[in-house]
């Protein structure tokens, strides 16, 4: 059974929310990582995996790109996409990404932003992202940092009496697979990988690995948001990008 | 000025005896990692970066190698390496790696086995790896994990009152740099830098990245050495091990 916390409706109101403040850690850490580690979007063929409301799916048509396809889980993500970010050049379906089976359908890059973490089988995933890249395409994505999702238990800042971070737990780091947490709902579902098994999973499945990212906030966040919550992506990254290319 | 603890009289008594017990994470954890990462020996010419005692390079020429060179900073493990691991097929150097000056001479193999985070300028190593390297020449190196290295404090295990160990302290990843501990003496100097420095400095100058290794123990040394010690290594990596090649 695939996770579909979205169409919670306490989730969703809560993350909707979140989302359109415009004042989050994907505004100001992970977006600009992923969006700076794409080469172009000039005529580029997209498909986004987790596409969520669209803006990312609108913001590559508005950056040139000849056609998005987003895929989300949530029927309350994709009607919010095709109400908000429309576009004649933008395919919305609401399908789980493990269930997406498109026949002679390729594209030159596939985005995945935050997504990959509530995928149970991340090696099947790799085959399928494989199976509809053109030659030479690109995979670009971001998932949860493996010093985030290792430990098992929640909380993982440790605080002085005074409510003062001291430190980040880490644990269980090489025990892959489910982690649960309480994100605005309980029971939220993700799955913990080692570094190494993102990384390798690509290369043995025929991808290089063109650029790590381990973002932490841009300035504008910093001036914006709480800066301590920022500062702590120098602490410990929260997210990780990886860019990787289809070997031909 | 480079470090050289290797030649502390202290120092060297104390690791020696380490080593020669036969029964440390560089037995168990860090040497079968690295050894695993080799495709072939056969007919290689190696260059063995921080060589120590030798070991290493007379296990290159008992498994097939064509020639070992091996470098290293302290004379006292370059005169233990000549009595104790000598071949006329292994020529040893005692120079520090930065000042390594080789003129005409390429390898098919470049191997450095703990000695990276002794190295102050990553990048000028890996250029200087590159122009040691044969067309398709790869180049193998373990280094301590930046989980491990990144908090600048000591003694990063979080323990309670009767001694069991919590979780590991991580803090301060993203600020790269030294990091100073006592290890036999005072003062030990290492360097910290996060996963995507290692990984992305490789790419930049003209690597693949062919396999990431996070190493746990051996089967053997969950039976020899403390298993308490080595099942910490599923809390968390110690050792990073990285296999690239140079781009042709």
């Given at each position: 059974m695939k996770q579909n916390i979205y169409d919670n409706p306490i989730f969703f109101k809560e993350y909707i929310s979140l989302r359109e403040s415009g004042v989050t850690f994907n505004d100001f850490v992970e977006q600009p990582a992923i969006k700076s580690a794409i080469s172009t979007l000039k005529e580029k063929s997209i498909l986004d995996l987790?596409?969520?409301?669209?803006h990312f799916a609108k913001y590559c048509i508005e950056n040139g790109a000849s056609k998005v396809m987003g895929v989300d889980i949530s029927r309350n993500m994709i009607e919010q996409a095709k109400k908000e970010?429309?576009?004649?050049k933008i395919e919305y379906i609401c399908t789980p990404i493990e269930d997406l089976e498109l026949h002679n359908q390729k594209f030159e890059l596939i985005i995945s932003s935050l997504?990959?973490?509530?995928?149970?089988d991340y090696s099947k995933l790799i085959v399928k992202v494989r199976s509809l890249l053109n030659k030479n395409g690109e995979f670009i994505f971001s998932t949860e940092h493996p010093i985030v999702t290792?430990?098992?238990?929640?909380?993982?800042w440790v605080k002085d009496g005074s409510g003062n971070k001291l430190h980040w737990a880490l644990d269980d780091?090489?025990?892959e697979g489910k982690r649960e947490e309480h994100w605005y709902i309980d029971g939220v579902i993700k799955y913990h990988r080692t570094i190494s098994t993102l990384i390798n999973t690509l290369i043995d499945n025929g991808f290089i690995v063109e650029k790590i990212i381990e973002p932490q906030s841009i300035p504008s966040g910093l001036e914006q948001m709480s800066k301590l919550e920022l500062i702590n992506e120098e602490r410990r990254p929260s997210f990780i990008v990886i860019k990787s290319s289809k070997l031909s």
């Open positions: 987790g596409c969520g409301t669209g970010n429309g576009h004649e997504a990959i973490h509530y995928i149970e290792a430990r098992k238990e929640m909380n993982n780091y090489q025990e």
